[in-house]
């Protein structure tokens, strides 16, 4: 390779969202003279670390549209590859312990827009709705829709290692789990196999757009990238990139994190659909924790009501045994470029608030297995938790990311959309309120921002 590469299109960003935005272009408009910039390679950092679900329900319309359209795209390369990237669908159950959560079920209707008539089904003991149980992970049989259960005998013979004072359980249907490194490959594979190119690197400098040239440090010298077009797709290095063309991008990172472990126990059957205890959380501590966690300025908030948001789900292979947690708690902003900002109580934190939903994980609490994996991850977002997808004020560069905690199911959608920005295609509905346009309508980002909390489950 010489020290100049030229190409119709850079991507910088190797993750979930910049393969899938050169896959499109290849997909839908042709174009194969393409070159992914990363300097930790294809599907590092925050993609490697990502939950790999996803659901469709959404507090707004436009959210529930992207997200049903990255679901279809998704199952296109199911279908396509005998399901390669592992689809899974038994569903995301939102719990509360509330007995009539009638904000949420409005949310439903909300999030659910026109369709939600033959969409939501209520399960209270007297309505002949039916219910399908989470049996089969099989994408292509499962439901449509949300179950809301409300029958407390129901939830107790359905999903019985939950709480016992779990009072109504949201099943969202079109939702499940994917393999976001194989899907990331297989799109890569093509990719590669049109003529584009991964040039391992780091941009530091962005000179002209007609064309745009490129300064890349890469582990064997410096390289120069000639371009038509670019793409904006760096994650957590997303305002970087913009500071580079002299634009501010409206983002910030918060490092958030998870737990996965090998549930020796047997406390999560493996059917069990992905879980979201809603609840806020008073965490159990006895005095002498109390006093040392007070001591501690960072710990202290520990002791305060924990809002909820706790998850878990059985991670790999139905005869497996390892589980994922996470608590997406964290509010601090953090700098991507700085050393991650670990905490070692996390496990710990996770689990007294998990078994509060699921009791058997108690038997965890100051004994996890050797082998846990705690890791974490920045997530890129606006201040309203809506993605960035679009023309940056600099013609001829893009932009696709900010994709907060909502990478993976995302990715497809992403791509999809920026392509079709830079190819002169049709875009959807939601296409143009998901670009920097939204801004100029302050009212629509205000609403956005106030039912932000509903979207980082």
Known sequence: MSNELAAEVAVIGAGSVGIAVAYYLLKDYGIKNTVLIDPLGPMSLTSAQSGENYRNWWPHPMMTAFTDNSMSLMEEIAAQTNNRINMTRRGYTLVTRRNNPQDLIDDLY?????????????????????????????????????????????????????????????????????????????????IREAGGQVLRGKVTAIQSNEPFLLSVDTPSGSFSVRADRLVNAAGPFFKDVGQLLGESMPVSCVYQQKIAFEDREGVIPRNMPFTIDLDPQQLSWTEEERAILAEDPQAAKLLDLMPGGIHCRPDGA????????????????????????????????????????????????GRLPRNTHHYGGYYAMTEENWP?????????????????????????????????????????????????????NNHFVEDLISMKDKSVL
């Open 318 to 365: 139905e005869s497996g045994k390892w589980i994922k947690m996470g608590w997406a708690y964290n509010t601090q902003q953090s700098d991507p470029h700085a050393e991650d900002p670990v905490d070692p109580q996390f496990p710990d934190s996770l689990l007294r608030a998990g078994s509060k939903l699921h009791p058997g994980l108690q038997a965890y609490i």
């Open 110 to 190: 909300q999030g659910y827009g026109a369709a939600h008539s033959s969409l939501i089904r209520i399960h209270d003991g007297t309505s002949n709705a039916s219910y399908v149980p989470p049996v089969s992970a099989d994408w292509s049989t499962a439901p449509e829709g949300v179950d809301v259960l409300l029958d407390p005998t129901l939830i107790r013979n359905t999903f019985p290692t939950y709480a016992q004072d779990i009072a109504a359980v949201i099943h969202i249907r079109r939702a499940g789990s994917i393999s976001g490194q194989q899907l990331g490959q297989f799109m890569l594979e093509k």
């Open 388 to 440: 960035l997808i679009g023309p940056m004020k600099t013609k001829g560069a893009f932009m696709a990311g900010a994709l907060s905690g909502y990478g993976t199911m995302g990715a497809c959608a992403t791509g999809a959309l920026c392509a079709a920005w830079m190819g002169g295609g049709t875009l959807p509905d939601y296409g143009r309120m998901f670009s920097l346009e939204r801004y100029d």
